[in-house]
């Protein structure tokens, strides 16, 4: 019997990068509440997370000849696709970030970081377990 590791981990170090990219986001955002014209940016987690959950379902591609052109993707779980926040009321200096909602996110971003590190542990150790009973 074989071992799959992607699969015994499943979504979770997918997670925990595109949480980790979003904290960088965010406080990103903070840091810049007092620039002008600074646009606040963001990505929608969920969306993302579901479209590489999705990705193993679809055939692999392959190149069966050398003058096939070759294919190439961007790395979803490191580089999403980054979108600009809408404001609730703009500053007059051009600045979308509003530093309450930006702090919101970040902290629910953090629990769910914490969390999803959490459970990657625990799979982790449930593996490591089971390896080590014959």
Request: hydrophobic content about 40%; overall charge negative.
């Amino acid at each position: 019997m074989s071992l799959s590791i992607d699969k015994a981990l499943g979504v979770l170090p997918a997670a925990v990068k595109l949480q980790a990219r979003r904290a960088e986001l965010l406080a990103s955002n903070l840091a810049n509440v007092d620039t002008p014209d600074y646009k606040s940016r963001d990505f929608d987690f969920r969306a993302t997370l579901a479209a590489i959950e999705g990705k193993n379902d679809v055939l692999p591609l392959e190149r069966t000849q050398s003058s096939h052109i070759p294919l190439s993707f961007p790395d979803e779980n490191t580089h999403p696709e980054l979108l600009y926040r809408i404001p609730a009321q703009p500053a007059l200096d051009g600045n979308t970030v509003d530093p309450q909602l930006e702090r919101a996110a970040f902290a629910e971003n953090t629990m769910l970081y914490q969390s999803s590190l959490e459970f990657l542990d625990r799979r982790v150790s449930g593996i490591r377990s089971a390896l080590r009973k014959e």
